[in-house]
Nanobody, 120 residues
């Protein structure tokens, strides 16, 4: 019932920047967490960053100081600003949102992924 629409991926040179967006839609009562994961070829899906409804934020060590996660609660949208991108950041990036529906029922929804490629 909850749909996530991702955008912002693409091809960028090392040192460049991209901004990912993920907009949630549906009869959502409250969002507990919004997060970004990524999965490179032949690798497992790893957590990149998350923000909780209380405002707490966490980052993977590999992206600290370079990536910034933010949210717009009114728009039910989470963003990932990625600066100083490196080739090892190349992956499919997935949005994940956990919360409660108006129904009521808990949900855990995933976006379909957006490709980020960092290459010369």
């Amino acid at each position: 019932q909850v749909q996530l629409v991702e955008s912002g991926g693409g091809l960028v040179q090392p040192g460049g920047s991209l901004r990912l967006s993920c907009a949630a839609s549906g009869s959502i009562f409250v969002i507990y967490t919004m997060a970004w994961y990524r999965q490179a070829p032949g690798k497992q899906r790893d957590l990149v960053a998350f923000v909780k409804n209380g405002g707490s934020i966490s980052y993977a060590d590999s992206v600290k100081g370079r990536f910034t996660i933010s949210r717009d609660n009114a728009k039910m949208t989470v963003y990932l600003q990625m600066n100083n991108l490196k080739p090892e950041d190349t992956a499919v990036y997935y949005c994940n949102v956990v919360g409660r529906l108006v129904s009521p029922a808990d949900f855990n929804s995933w976006g379909q992924g957006t490709q980020v490629t960092v290459s010369s």
